[in-house]
């Protein structure tokens, strides 16, 4: 199994503070993405990196993927009440093997 | 924006029973997936769909599941007879691929929650 594994499991920060959190999964990887989940909801998908990229940004979101350790990390910049939720990695296998292995989660708590 | 649409939200059930939980995927979206989670453990792959046949499943999904796309838009997962460890959060998910970046983003919808009693 390559699914991820998030840390920390939970995270409590203020408004405005940077969080983040890592992942990290076992076998070779086409991409890894990460998603959000809202207490009761479905997954959102926030940022996508592939195997052969070290970073990535999406508005507040970097992303970085460290292929020769296995890992991944997603920094929140300045974060906003909305930010609270549950945060995934999750990694596809291969160009053609669309199926995720979804890691723990992280649950992000933005206190105002 | 397009989204994944399931249904029912919730459902209960009782032990043994069959029960058929609903996904209309986004339009012309190819690849559709079935995830369940546990509360409080991981997302779990269950089965991919494209073609109208299975592409993968995993060990979960045993002969109890089944999936089927019977009219082109709707996708639905079939539990024959439930178990208590059935109950969980029960998530489709569709891939389309029209576009090369976007191909590997799965849209997912809201989830069915599913209570076993």
């Known amino acids: 199994s390559q699914q991820g594994e998030e840390d920390p499991q939970a995270l409590s920060i203020q408004e405005g503070e940077n969080a983040t959190m890592n992942c990290s999964y076992k076998?070779?990887?086409?991409?890894l993405q990460w998603y959000r989940q809202n207490s009761g909801r479905g997954l959102v998908h926030l940022i996508l990196i592939r195997s052969n990229e070290r970073e990535k940004h999406s508005g507040r979101l970097r992303v970085t993927l460290d292929t020769s350790k296995k890992s991944s990390s997603l920094l929140i910049t300045a974060s906003r009440a909305a930010d609270t939720a549950s945060y995934f990695c999750?990694?596809?296998?291969?160009?053609?093997?669309?199926?995720?292995?979804f890691g723990a989660g992280t649950t992000v708590t933005v206190r105002a | 924006e397009p989204e994944v649409t399931q249904t029912p939200s919730h459902q209960v059930t009782q032990m043994g029973q069959e029960v058929i939980l609903r996904c209309v995927p986004i339009?012309?979206?190819?690849?559709f997936y079935w995830y369940r989670q546990i509360l409080g453990q991981k997302v779990e792959f269950l089965v991919s769909?494209?073609?109208?046949?299975?592409?993968?499943k995993s060990e979960i999904f045993d002969d109890q599941f089944s999936v089927e796309r019977p009219d082109g838009s709707n996708f639905t997962l079939k539990i024959r007879s439930t178990k208590l460890e059935d109950s969980a959060m029960y998530f489709c998910a569709s891939v389309g691929t029209t576009a090369l970046l976007a191909k590997n983003i799965q849209y997912f919808g809201a989830g069915t929650r599913l209570s076993v009693l």
């Open positions: 769909f494209y073609n109208n046949e299975i592409s993968e």
């Open positions: 999750a990694t596809a296998a291969s160009e053609n093997d669309y199926k995720l292995s």
């Open positions: 339009s012309n979206h190819l690849y």
């Open positions: 076998t070779s990887i086409n991409n």
